[in-house]
């Protein structure tokens, strides 16, 4: 079974709109860290935002934020007031654990994000 | 000053040839991984080295044989190429446990193109 799922291959959205890319998650460990990271055509891999299974509130970083909804194991990321320079491939993963020894993140499929003027 | 730094960048070989990439990173992490992009863009874990200590071997075939004098480096060598190693091969690193938060750090890429 699939340990991150990202359901979307492609999304075009009018610059300036919030999009909301998603993201649900497989794990029976009971901590657990998810993530976001950015690729630009340029290749290079940027790490975006992070939820740990614990924390009470959803995370947010600037224009990012994480909808973290535990119960249906959930953790999409939305990007208010999208810009052109957020064209590129979003990938969701997660880390199970902390279990020293297998601090791997596991990643889904990616999104590619298009943004139109 | 690059965080993980990994080199080359491009590198394109013949089918046989063997090949080393070099990985190093100067955040003081702990752990240090190789993750393969296939040409559908997904991303799976290789390797993981905890301290120079191997952790995480993914069924890799044995001709990639990672190697970690020290650290802050992470080398992959990779014996008698094959066309299907092309792939764009990803050094990153991670903080301690404690700093979980903080995302896993990831090199440039190389691309590799094995013809």
């Known amino acids: 079974a699939q340990k991150i799922t990202q359901t979307q291959p492609g999304m075009f959205v009018q610059e300036k709109e919030a999009v909301t890319l998603d993201c649900t998650y497989d794990?029976?460990?009971?901590?657990?860290?998810l993530f976001w990271y950015k690729q630009p055509s340029s290749g290079e891999m940027i790490f975006l935002i992070y939820q740990g299974s614990y924390d009470q509130q959803n995370a947010t970083e600037g224009r990012y934020s994480l909808n973290f909804q535990k119960a249906r194991k959930s953790a999409n990321l939305v990007i208010s007031a999208s810009q052109l320079g957020d064209s590129a491939m979003y990938f969701c993963a997660m880390r199970e654990g902390p279990n020293f020894g297998n601090e791997k993140l596991t990643f889904g499929t990616g999104t590619r994000l298009t943004i139109i003027p | 000053d690059t965080a993980v730094s990994q080199t080359p960048k491009y590198l394109v070989t013949q089918m046989g040839n063997d090949k080393s990439i070099k990985c190093e990173q100067n955040?003081?992490?702990?752990?240090m991984y190789w993750y393969k992009q296939d040409s559908k863009k997904f991303l799976k874990i290789m390797f993981s080295?905890?301290?120079?200590?191997?952790?995480i071997n993914e069924t890799v075939p044995n001709r990639f044989s990672p190697k970690s004098p020290d650290k802050a480096h992470l080398n992959l060598h990779i014996n008698s190429l094959e066309l299907g190693d092309s792939a764009v091969y990803f050094c990153?690193?991670?903080?301690?446990?404690?700093?979980?938060?903080?995302?896993?750090?990831f090199g440039s890429g190389t691309r590799l193109t094995v013809v």
């Open positions: 794990t029976s460990d009971p901590s657990y860290g």
């Open positions: 080295y905890n301290n120079k200590e191997l952790i």
């Open positions: 955040l003081g992490h702990d752990t």
């Open positions: 990153a690193s991670s903080p301690p446990l404690r700093d979980r938060g903080d995302g896993y750090t």
